[in-house]
């Protein structure tokens, strides 16, 4: 029997998603626009990297190629033949977000549209804010509008500790999110909070409810903190989770990864805060994880440090550093294992506003019995899923298929 490795590199989008227009997101790329920010020196800074986008690791695996055969802004490069399994994915939910995206990677792509808060000021309704006040006994609340996580805190957080009040805010995501100070509020009251709104958000069909900490005492010394917890409504049926840990396998979720999935089929979870310690994390879990067993991570960094805040020279230094650290998971592979990369979405550092971008996602697969070769454009990320499932030997969902046999050039449209 063999095991899985699943690593989400959120936000890491390739552009070329067919309904791109459809989001606002026409001509977005994350990757392509990294690289020829880089290129161009643009993605420069002193202490940080400098020149172009150095992934060799990745690309081995065939990054570049996948973007070449996702987007129409092709990304030229030398990059050698790949030594495993290389595509690209296309997402059908109807969201760009985090369950959206993970949910249809798990093979439960989301047929209906979640409920959304308009770009007004306030933007949550009335009646929720005041069943919020009296059921969670505040004095009230801040914020109350669209806003970056970051801003909002630098903004309002020294009002926030002098009166009590948390902070509400969203984005174009179906989310609440509520920020509090983890002395001066409390971390666990924060938690109890975000429960309750969690009740009071389902008639809404808003997809998260996200807690988001932070310490601090000023507005130069604000910081969020890695105790960030999202309150998700469960998958609307079954995913590769659950049909693992009903058929026994042992599923290891890495970072925000139990939370996405509301903790249904999740077996172990594993907290870290940042990248690096998510490697980490994923590295002892590689040793621990049994014969059918999956490991699945989710590195955030690259989309809520620097995606969302359109950080370029971030973004690729996250890639870069990633990239660096590759062949310690690759060393860790036994035959018959299975290493999937791929992300949810993109965030696309050069485009318009802070939100996710709708685009096309690389899917890098490597074990070291699998074949080499290209499935091109697949039009599901379901078909993630399902490989895993074939995979690993557990019943096939509904949504999608796996491409482990044949490994020849296949479109979305084909």
């Known amino acids: 029997m063999a095991r899985a490795f699943l690593f989400v590199l959120d936000s890491f989008g390739i552009g070329g998603a067919p309904d791109a227009k459809a989001f606002g997101d026409e001509g977005s790329n994350t990757f392509a626009h990294i690289v020829e920010r880089c290129a161009a020196g643009e993605a420069?800074?002193?202490?940080?990297?400098?020149?172009?986008?150095?992934?060799?690791?990745?690309?081995?695996?065939?990054?570049?190629?996948?973007?070449?055969?996702?987007?129409?802004?092709?990304?030229?490069?030398?990059?050698?033949?790949?030594?495993?399994?290389?595509?690209?994915a296309e997402e059908t939910s109807k969201g760009k977000d985090t369950p959206s995206g993970h949910w249809e990677i798990a093979g439960v792509p989301v047929a209906f549209d979640w409920g959304y808060f308009p770009q007004t000021v306030p933007t949550f309704p009335e009646t929720l804010i005041?069943?919020?006040?009296?059921?969670?006994?505040?004095?009230?609340?801040?914020?109350?509008?669209?806003?970056?996580?970051?801003?909002?805190?630098?903004?309002?957080?020294?009002?926030?500790?002098?009166?009590?009040?948390?902070?509400?805010?969203?984005?174009?995501?179906?989310?609440?999110?509520?920020?509090?100070?983890?002395?001066?509020?409390?971390?666990?009251?924060?938690?109890?909070?975000?429960?309750?709104?969690?009740?009071?958000?389902?008639?809404?069909?808003?997809?998260?409810?996200?807690?988001?900490p932070f310490i601090g005492e000023a507005k130069e010394t604000f910081e969020r903190t890695g105790n960030r917890r999202d309150y998700s409504v469960p998958p609307p049926e079954a995913t590769l989770l659950d049909r693992l840990t009903d058929a026994g396998r042992m599923v290891i979720a890495i970072g925000k990864i139990g939370d996405i999935y509301a903790h249904k089929g999740v077996g172990q979870v594993r907290k870290a805060n940042g990248n690096m310690a998510l490697f980490d994390e994923t590295l002892v879990a590689m040793d621990d994880a049994q014969d059918g067993d999956l490991v699945f991570t989710n590195f955030v960094d690259f989309d809520m440090l620097y995606g969302h805040r359109r950080d370029v020279a971030g973004y690729a230094a996250a890639l870069e550093a990633f990239d660096m650290r590759l062949p310690e998971a690759i060393a860790k592979l036994r035959p018959g294992d299975l290493m999937i990369l791929t992300a949810d979405h993109g965030c696309d550092p050069t485009y318009q506003g802070t939100d996710h971008t709708r685009e096309r996602v690389p899917v890098l697969c490597y074990g070291p019995d699998l074949p080499k070769g290209s499935f091109g454009v697949r039009p599901t990320f379901a078909d993630i899923g399902e490989t895993v499932a074939a995979h690993l030997g557990v019943a096939p969902g509904l949504h999608g298929k796996s491409f482990l046999k044949g490994t020849g050039e296949r479109s979305s449209d084909a």
């Open 44 to 88: 420069d800074k002193e202490g940080l990297r400098q020149g172009p986008l150095l992934v060799p690791n990745m690309s081995s695996l065939g990054l570049f190629h996948a973007a070449n055969i996702a987007s129409t802004f092709p990304v030229s490069s030398r990059a050698p033949a790949p030594v495993g399994l290389w595509g690209a």
């Open 130 to 212: 005041a069943d919020t006040v009296r059921l969670a006994q505040l004095p009230g609340i801040l914020g109350n509008k669209h806003a970056s996580g970051t801003d909002v805190i630098e903004e309002l957080g020294e009002e926030h500790i002098r009166t009590g009040m948390p902070i509400f805010y969203t984005s174009t995501d179906s989310v609440v999110q509520i920020a509090a100070h983890e002395k001066h509020f409390g971390l666990e009251r924060l938690y109890k909070l975000c429960e309750t709104v969690r009740e009071l958000v389902d008639p809404l069909n808003i997809g998260r409810v996200i807690a988001r």
